[in-house]
């Protein structure tokens, strides 16, 4: 494991963020495969994912909740070498992982066909997400314990380890689904039922390597029997710490649907360059994350170790290695706007809609990065409340009525869909600066 407490900090960002990148370029290229593997089965096997998708992204907007709260305190104890205080911490974590992933999977079992039908599913559409949803349940119990322990790994300074178990998983799942699904090399062709037993097996393959880790293999997280101990205090902490975390990402999803309702009188076109600017801007965040989670951890690592001058510089860092990163998007966003909506969409409405997002909200991409990287600078220090303030007052108080009311005025139109998401990058940015500067965060006991 990396001692993130010593060396070049540049040295130790990019040991973090470039492997968190790999990862998460490879969970969407996944996600692109999948969704090409059930277009061959029929247009109802794609609605049935989607929909059930929409429900699991709930699910892990919780599970990022719980990494980060991981996060942040397995890298306060990692970084003042507490390492019995560490081991106790994995156990509890894991442990709050998995019974988190048993109450989600309760309520939705209970609750399964009234959910179902809440979100339009109906006909051969209902059945196939019928047939599907309790699969992937029992897959996201096992997801919830499993994405906790590589949120252990990277707190650690165990960044290639998550890794390596990562691309096993996604590998196997690739592998795995074509197979199932259309029943290749001898097997039954089982369809839309393919995905999500393709997915069981190969997570829960890396589950039994994540076991080996935790029990055979030497090291900082080598649990032995007397570590399983279960501690309430540390458990109402660590909830503490996550839930706000949980709510951070809820509040987004939520907010991203009230959105598509205040844009969808607008006609198809706009809901369209929506989700065309969406994508871009994920794409622009897609390195931010890697680079924020990599500050967390970094802050968290150097808190641990009273080294509080190391933990803002660490944050500093890396906001000059993203701001280079974003304003470079900003130009070629800016500049190249007809091109880059025409490789979406050619039709004519959504090249100008997608034209006015691109020259509205593109410039603020700095100032998005600057709310991004104070958000993981306050995650890291298990600041959690913070960033979740911050995020449902630019969501709920600003972004949605902006879109509401200005929407309203013939003058502005449409346009004020893109203002209010410009409009969150500026808030954010700079009130998470002001919190950042003002320094609360530094004094964040775990």
Avoid at 108 to 126: S, V
Wanted: charged letters at 10%; a positive charge; proline letters at 3%.
């Amino acid at each position: 494991m990396r001692e993130l407490e010593k060396g070049s900090i540049l040295q130790n960002l990019l040991y973090l963020s470039v492997p968190l990148l790999i990862t998460n370029l490879m969970q969407n290229f996944f996600s692109v495969f999948d969704m090409f593997l059930l277009g061959k089965i029929g247009v109802s096997a794609q609605a049935a994912i989607s929909i059930t998708g929409f429900i699991f992204g709930v699910f892990w907007s919780m599970e990022g909740g719980l990494m980060t709260g991981a996060a942040a305190v397995i890298s306060r104890y990692a970084g003042r070498k507490d390492y019995d205080g560490l081991k106790k911490a994995v156990v509890n974590v894991i442990f709050a992982g998995y019974v988190m992933g048993l109450i989600f999977a309760a309520v939705n079992i209970i609750f399964m066909d009234k959910i179902l039908i809440y979100f339009g599913a109906k006909g051969e559409t209902f059945a196939l997400a019928k047939s599907i949803y309790l699969l992937s349940l029992i897959s996201l119990i096992n997801d919830s314990g499993l994405f906790v322990f590589f949120g252990v790994l990277r707190a650690a300074g165990g960044i290639r380890k998550h890794f390596y178990l990562l691309f096993v998983s996604i590998a196997l799942n690739t592998i795995l689904e074509p197979v199932f699904i259309y029943g290749w090399v001898g097997f039954p062709q089982l369809g839309i039922m393919g995905a999500p037993l393709a997915r069981l097996i190969s997570y829960f393959v890396t589950t039994f390597i994540m076991i080996y880790i935790l029990t055979q293999k030497e090291g900082i997280l080598k649990i032995q029997r007397k570590d399983i101990k279960l501690d309430r205090k540390f458990l109402a902490n660590y909830v503490g710490i996550s839930t706000p975390a949980m709510l951070q990402g809820v509040a987004s999803n939520i907010a991203a649907l009230v959105m598509l309702k205040i844009a969808a009188p607008h006609g198809d076109a706009l809901l369209a360059t929506m989700g065309i600017g969406s994508r871009i801007d994920v794409f622009v965040m897609m390195l931010g994350w890697a680079i924020g989670s990599s500050v967390a951890v970094m802050v968290g690592h150097n808190m641990g170790a009273g080294q509080i001058k190391r933990a803002e510089d660490s944050v500093i860092t890396g906001l000059k290695m993203y701001s280079l990163f974003t304003f470079t998007c900003w130009l070629i966003a800016y500049n190249f706007a007809p091109m880059i909506i025409k490789f979406f969409n050619p039709d004519y409405t959504v090249i100008q809609y997608g034209v006015q997002y691109l020259r509205i909200v593109s410039p603020f991409y700095l100032l998005m990065g600057v709310g991004l990287l104070a958000g993981a600078a306050f995650n890291g220090a298990g600041s959690t409340k913070t960033p979740m303030s911050i995020n449902i007052v630019a969501f709920f108080a600003l972004q949605i009525p902006l879109a509401f009311f200005l929407s309203r005025n013939p003058a502005i139109g449409h346009k004020a869909i893109f203002i209010s998401i410009a409009s969150v990058f500026v808030f954010q940015g700079i009130v998470g600066w002001i919190f950042y500067k003002k320094g609360h965060w530094k004094s964040k006991e775990i």
